[in-house]
């Protein structure tokens, strides 16, 4: 079955980072576009950030630009979204999610084939 696992969603305080992982089971990242969602809850699944699948286009929502960093290590089918400066707003189940090649309107979940079970993120004193 192939799927993505997502890790190193916690608890930090306001200002504080984290750094998230995602991976493949049962095939490679390497091929494909990924993108970060949140779903907070109350709240629609939002786009975050997509990267290509080369690594060379990188895309972030206006709420996330200038403080998460997206990047991949396709030696280690592995990407990861570096998230600094978080605030409690940021709190919400982050996931990400494939899609072959491009970031293709990137905020549309529609357009991934690939999901995983979410991480938990919780920004609070």
């Known amino acids: 079955q192939l799927q993505l696992v997502e890790s190193g969603g916690g608890l930090v305080q306001p200002g504080g980072s984290l750094r998230l992982s995602c991976a493949a089971s049962?095939?490679?990242?390497?091929?494909?576009?990924i993108g970060w969602f949140r779903q907070a809850p109350g709240k629609e699944r939002e786009g975050v950030s997509c990267i290509s699948s080369s690594g060379g286009t990188t895309h972030y929502a206006d709420s996330v630009k200038d403080r998460f960093t997206i990047s991949r290590d396709n030696a280690k089918s592995t990407v990861y979204l570096q998230m600094s400066s978080l605030k409690p707003e940021d709190t919400a189940v982050y996931y990400c999610a494939a899609q072959l090649y491009y970031c293709l309107n990137y905020v549309s979940p529609n357009r991934y084939d690939y999901w995983g079970q979410g991480t938990q993120v919780t920004v609070s004193p």
């Open positions: 049962g095939f490679t990242l390497n091929g494909y576009a």
